[in-house]
């Protein structure tokens, strides 16, 4: 008997969702399909071609693409061409189409606010414009948390079948049992993610405590941000700064693995790959008061106000500092609860088979 074929394609570039793909094809193996991963060229250099990951398409050009026989087609990321490869499956006429919708469209005067700068605004209408039409093909839409779900049914009603399927990674490990040094900000350099107030904080608990280090890596370019006070840190050796280019998994792993606390006291957020991530390399994390955080933090040293002052935050990353064995098993858990192949790979075959069935 044939297994069901399964594509997997992110026609965008990302390195961060690298993980998530290898999750998703892992996870559709060990549910018995036949999985295929679709990505953008710009993967190709950061992928281990000697790997177990055989089935592998690279979109270059979009033209000349030759692709199976497919099932079904989960659509990981929104991109241009998303439309032109569903048309493409779609000649199999009992193709399915699955969409990972990660940040959901709210409303426009909340977009707004949220995108903060018209690039970023631009940005999201270009996104939303293309989801609309993703949204109209598909089968069924995949909502990463609670929080998202809540989000898409207030903005789109019971418009589209969805279903609610966690941030997923593959269980990944660092190079080894690195020492835990640093308070870190791992993630790209944004507003939402309140970078600014990250340098501002650790500028204050430098001068609080001379004994701690710090440590950010980013593909953003922060040059900007180099104030004579952080380049002072920097030359003085309390901070490690990674920055302007694509890291590899290995390298992301790494910096986490260093990590006693990771920032993401963010001003809004949806769901996080960075929390998830953070939480199966056994980092612990400070957050923000959002329900994409509190729906898995349930330790109130962990969860911080948005208006917390400097003393706060720092008075509750030492709580975790004092406590970091207990912090690191804790956050395996959630980890193991919540984003692992195991605690989900039942509710990812059960929804793929409905889809195809349906």
């Known amino acids: 008997m044939s297994r069901e074929k399964i594509g997997i394609l992110s026609g965008k570039f990302s390195i961060g969702l690298l993980s998530h793909i290898y999750a998703f094809y892992e996870m559709g193996n060990k549910c018995n399909f036949e999985c295929y991963m679709i990505l953008a060229n710009g993967y190709r250099k950061f992928i281990d071609v000697d ?9 270059n050009p979009i033209y000349k693409i030759h692709l199976p026989k497919l099932d079904c087609l989960i659509i990981y990321n929104i991109s241009y061409i998303d439309n032109i490869i569903i048309d493409k499956i779609r000649k199999n006429k009992l193709a399915k189409v699955i969409f990972v919708y990660h940040e959901p469209w709210t409303t ?50 019971e418009k589209y079948q969805y279903a609610e399927i966690p941030l997923i990674f593959l269980r990944e490990k660092s190079n ?17 993610k309140r970078f600014k107030e990250f340098l501002d904080f650790i500028a204050y608990a430098s001068k609080r405590n001379k004994q701690l280090k710090f440590l950010i890596a980013t593909r953003s370019n922060i040059e900007k941000y180099l104030t004579r006070e952080i380049k002072h840190m920097i030359d003085a050796g309390c901070l490690e700064v990674h920055h302007g280019r ?12 260093v990590t006693w606390c990771n920032w993401l006291l963010y001003r809004s957020s949806t769901q996080s ?33 948005m208006d917390a002052s400097n003393e706060e935050i720092y008075s509750k990353i030492m709580m975790i500092k004092n406590n970091l064995t207990c912090e690191i098993e804790q956050a395996k858990k959630i980890y193991c609860k919540n984003f692992s192949i195991d605690a989900n790979a039942d509710l990812f075959k059960e929804r793929i088979i409905n889809v195809i069935n349906g």
């Open 51 to 59: 790997n177990e990951r055989k089935n592998i398409i690279y979109i």
């Open 176 to 192: 080894g049992n690195e020492d835990r040094k640093y308070f870190s900000y791992i993630a790209t350099v944004s507003y939402q």
């Open 246 to 257: 694509e890291l590899s998994i290995a390298e992301i792993n790494y910096y986490y693995s």
């Open 108 to 157: 426009w005067k909340k977009e707004l606010v949220r995108e903060h700068t018209p690039i970023n605004i631009i940005k999201a209408i270009g996104r939303h414009y293309l989801a609309n039409r993703i949204l109209k093909k598909a089968d069924e839409i995949w909502l990463p948390s609670k929080h998202a779900r809540e989000i898409f049914t207030q903005y789109y009603g």
């Open 273 to 305: 790959g960075v929390f998830a991530k953070a939480c199966m390399l056994g980092t612990p994390c400070v957050v923000s008061d959002l329900p994409a955080f509190t729906e898995y933090v349930k330790n109130k040293d962990q969860i911080i106000r």
